[in-house]
């Protein structure tokens, strides 16, 4: 799985990196992370102002902007998402 962490708060991404690594621990699955956090790249992409956000499967996901995503609600998001692979792979 390919995860890219949106976000320009240096102390943030070092949390939610931490959260998302021990979350794909925990769920056994195997993942790379990408952080992109330059602001023009960020203004490009029309996301400066909804950070932080998870870019997984070309999907974003946010909670509450500028705050830090906890390992709980990131295992619940992994969760959904290989449920969602797995039905659909079953089809």
Known sequence: ??????DRDAT???DIEKN????LKKLAIEGHITIMS?????????????VPLLE??????SLRVEET???????????ALTRQQESHSQS
Do not use: H, K, Q
């Open 38 to 50: 330059e602001p023009p790249l960020l203004n490009r992409m029309g996301v400066l102002n909804r």
């Open 56 to 61: 997984i499967n070309g999907m974003y996901w």
């Open 20 to 23: 998302l690594r021990s979350a």
């Open 12 to 14: 943030r991404i070092a």
């Open 69 to 79: 995503i906890p390992e709980s609600d990131i295992i619940d998001l992994l969760t």
């Open 1 to 6: 799985m390919n995860i890219t962490l949106w």
